[in-house]
């Protein structure tokens, strides 16, 4: 492990935390941001970074993905993971209880804990995942960002889709329920209904926008009743979103994928079933819908949902192809080009990828370029677009819904804890992030 040095990012243009920009210098020393001014002078030498016509950002939070450590480890693990984030410039990530053994008790979540202190060049938190039978490990579990359950798509322990379990879960305790909002009965009954179709295309048909809807409404109605904190994963239906808009408690916040901002049904024409994930991609009208939710703070920040799995498995025919999609080396550069080409403002990318998860999840002293805060930061491209290609992809997975597209906003260098972890090209294997830890 290496240890931090004091770096001066000389003469970028620094996003601030009022969403104006400067052209400016950025000092870190240790582990955090010092000074942030037009010219900073120091009295001892530091390593400098030229970023002359680079943007400096906040480095980003992913609240949901699936890192597949341990069990899955054929599809991504922890290690291959974070140096896709590193890449992508994630500097913290939010990770899923669906793994092997599942993250349902405090020795899994230890376990997750201690494998990520081993491997993980960026900061992590893991999610604790909720089962009809593990309330007292809901109540005490330490730490996490929340309690993730999986209302729909899912099998085995994991699904909780009965309302009074769900009930008994929203009754108990004060944290986050991070639900996974699709009606598993309805999902079942279409299964059938379509049984025998092997067009990826009927997945949108089978897990329909209704299907989410339901979902949703139940986890408000058990969320207002208890006014407990909800979060709701990957929001990706209009239905859902003017739901939100007419009737969104001050507790309650969402989040939206970029897939299901940027992808919808046209893409299982291109690219088959590496377009089937959960909740489903949906129409072009879910689209607008979603991105005017986003943009009038209904839906409050970005996911990627990074959800692996290998070319082979998702080369089995429909429905026998797993449902997910990589994302977090693309989810910046995405969202950056979207707003290049006029979508939004960089600097509400900054607040959606950010600053918003940081205090949606209480994460204390990440989010912005503010003296005290973590030094946690990416210096970005803006000026000149490459396409997304398989073969610089640093996934296990090797593989992006987005080849091929032509984005902006690359990461150039991502800096965490004041450690530079990728550099042009390089991720340094010897940086280690650190726990994440949750403020209620
Ligand atoms: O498409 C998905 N895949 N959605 C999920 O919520 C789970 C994920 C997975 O773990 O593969």
Same mark, same amino acid.
């Given at each position: 492990m290496s240890t931090p040095q004091s770096l001066l990012i000389r003469q970028?243009?620094?996003?601030l935390p009022n969403g104006e920009s400067m052209i400016g210098d950025v000092l870190t020393e240790g582990r955090y941001i010092t000074q942030v001014g037009r010219e900073i002078t120091t009295a001892t030498p530091v390593k400098e970074i030229d970023a002359q016509g680079l943007t400096l950002l906040p480095g980003v939070i992913d609240p949901q993905v699936h890192f597949r450590e341990p069990g899955l480890e054929h599809k991504e693990d922890l290690f291959t993971a974070s140096c896709a984030c590193a890449k992508g410039g994630v500097t913290s990530f939010l990770e899923m209880p669906n793994t092997r053994p599942l993250t349902t008790t405090q020795s899994?979540?230890?376990d997750k804990l201690q494998r990520a202190s081993q491997k993980c060049v960026v900061n992590y938190g893991f999610f604790i995942g909720a089962t009809t039978e593990n309330l007292p490990d809901l109540l005490s579990a330490q730490p996490t960002p929340g309690i993730k359950v999986f209302m729909g798509s899912m099998h085995g322990q994991l699904l909780v889709n009965q309302e009074e379990a769900l009930e008994a879960?929203? #009754? !108990?305790?004060?944290?986050?329920?991070a639900v996974? /909002?699709?009606?598993? #009965? !309805?999902?079942?009954?279409?299964?059938?209904?379509? /049984?025998?179709?092997t067009d990826p295309a009927v997945h949108?048909?089978?897990?329909?926008?209704?299907?989410a809807l339901l979902a949703t409404q139940l986890a408000l109605k058990l969320s207002k009743k208890y006014q407990r904190r909800l979060h709701i994963l990957h929001l990706s239906t209009a239905d859902e979103a003017e739901l939100l808009r007419q009737d969104k408690p001050s507790w309650v916040t969402a989040e939206v994928t970029p897939q299901h901002l940027m992808l919808n049904t046209d893409a299982y024409e291109t690219i088959g079933t590496l377009a089937q994930m959960n909740p489903p991609l949906r129409s072009p009208h879910d689209n607008e819908v979603l991105w005017q939710a986003l943009r009038?703070?209904?839906?409050d920040f970005i996911a990627t949902d990074h959800a692996p799995h290998t070319l082979a498995e998702k080369a089995q025919t429909y429905p026998n192809t797993p449902s997910g999609m990589p994302g977090v080396e693309t989810s910046l550069p995405m969202m950056l080009t979207a707003a290049m080409d006029g979508k939004c403002t960089v600097a509400q990318v900054v607040q959606w990828m950010s600053k918003a998860v940081a205090v949606a999840y209480g994460i204390a002293n990440k989010g912005e370029i503010t003296p005290g805060y973590d030094a946690d930061l990416v210096l970005v491209d803006l000026k000149n677009y490459h396409p997304v290609k398989r073969?610089?992809?640093?996934?296990?997975?090797?593989?992006?819904?987005?080849e091929g597209w032509s984005l902006t906003g690359w990461p150039v260098t991502t800096i965490v804890g004041g450690e530079v972890v990728y550099d042009k090209g390089q991720v340094n294997t010897q940086v280690r992030g650190q726990a994440l830890t949750f403020v209620s």
């Open positions: 970028a243009e620094i996003i899994a979540l230890d879960i929203f #009754a !108990r305790g004060k944290r986050l329920i996974h /909002a699709e009606d598993q #009965a !309805r999902i079942n009954e279409r299964r059938q209904e379509f /049984a025998g179709i949108s048909q089978i897990q329909d926008n209704q299907a009038d703070g209904i839906i073969e610089e992809l640093l996934t296990k997975s090797r593989w992006s819904p987005f």
